[in-house]
């Protein structure tokens, strides 16, 4: 009620949550779909009252049909990742549907197989966004080449994946500091986000 309170009378466009960027990317195309597979795929990782997101979700996808498109409320997520397979799926979505080069082609396919199989090990998914961490620095001009406008977003995902691997428990009661590391990360990921952010 708040959110639609604020469309109506503040113009207010722009639902940033506290989740990754890809749990944003596919709430955003649930809204704009209304595809019901999409949001279950999404709020598999949401503990904390998923009936209560999930009404919210389809509020936000009904109100959005009455309206025209240039004033539909859009979802973006900022924090850092704590949803792996959520992360390997909308990464997948991000890789061009062409041949992948040579000098890319092992951790980029590693990616896709990895999205592809029936049994998703979670060891399996670390060490992949682990070596594609690694690999993204090393070869930053092929993957900008291949990528091209995706390859930001596809950064930024990666990047945030194994931020999210070091962000536990057991860290922050060693040191407070993780608390202000993750802060600043989801700062810099809203200034990436800022420019894809409509008006209001």
Known sequence: NFLLYLHQTAGVKNL?????????YLLNSYVKTGNERILEKALSVAPICPENMRTMYKRIHSYNKQIEEKDRINVYGIEIKHSPRLALQVLNIKIPKKPLPKAIRKSLKKAQDLHQSSYIDDRQVQRMFKQLHKDIRKRESAFKD?????????????????????F???SIA???????????????????????????
Do not use: H
């Open 16 to 24: 940033i949550v506290e989740g990754g960027y890809s749990y944003g």
């Open 174 to 200: 060693l040191s407070n500091k993780t608390w202000r590391v993750r802060e600043d990360q989801m700062y810099v990921n809203f200034l990436q986000i800022q420019g894809e952010l409509q008006k209001g």
């Open 146 to 166: 291949f990528l091209g406008d995706n390859f930001e977003t596809v950064k930024m995902i990666v990047d945030n994946t194994v931020a999210g691997y070091n």
């Open 168 to 170: 536990n428990w057991l």
